[in-house]
Structure formats: structure tokens, C-alpha cells
């Protein structure tokens, strides 16, 4: 066979079709928090698409909802546990420094 036949001959491995995430019931709404909290990193960042393996579309509608969520304070717009710690760590370093003065 030559060579240039064997470029065309497609690879005989399967793959596992993953299942999306987004099932065809699921409504893509502001209040449904279960659907909305899985595409939301742990920083309170909207995914990306490669990420969240979803259509264009689907993702366009995850991202309106997660907005508008968040404008109708049932989202925060970030997750600040993590600024908080270090928010009072730094304070208190700060006040025993003013107070050695």
C-alpha cells in the first residue's frame, strides 16, 4: 500500500461518548441554582465551554442566567472566604504593628 493511501484509513479505536451536561428536561433559568452552580468555579468564575462541554448556545444561556443571578444578589458575584481570612490575618499583623509604636 502506499503511503499516501494509508493517510486516509481512519484509526479503529473507540471512545466513550461522554454524556452532556445539560440534560434536554433541564431548563437553563436564573433560579435554578442546582443547574447554575455546577458551571461557577470555586473563585465564583463562569466556566469556559471546553470546560463545561457545551453547545455555544447552551453556554450563552449559562452565562445570562449566572448574570442575572448574581444581580438579583441569589449569586455573589465572588467567592470571598478566602479574602476573608487573609483580610483579618493582614488586620491584626497591622494593629500589633501600630501598637509596639
Known amino acids: 500500500m502506499d503511503k499516501s493511501k494509508r493517510l486516509f484509513l481512519k484509526s479503529k479505536r473507540s471512545f466513550r461518548r461522554r454524556l452532556p451536561p445539560i440534560q434536554s428536561g433541564d431548563r437553563i433559568d436564573y433560579r435554578n441554582m442546582s443547574l447554575i452552580s455546577r458551571f461557577i468555579s470555586e473563585q465564583g468564575k463562569i466556566l469556559s465551554r471546553?470546560?463545561?462541554?457545551?453547545?455555544?448556545?447552551?453556554?450563552?444561556?449559562?452565562?445570562i442566567a449566572i448574570k442575572q443571578a448574581r444581580i438579583l444578589s441569589s449569586l455573589?458575584?465572588?467567592?470571598?472566604?478566602?479574602?476573608?481570612?487573609?483580610?483579618?490575618?493582614?488586620a491584626r499583623t497591622t494593629a500589633l504593628r501600630t501598637r509596639n509604636k
Open 50 to 63: 471546553r470546560v463545561n462541554r457545551l453547545t455555544l448556545k447552551q453556554q450563552r444561556l449559562i452565562t
Open 76 to 90: 455573589p458575584f465572588l467567592n470571598n472566604e478566602k479574602q476573608f481570612e487573609r483580610s483579618e490575618s493582614t
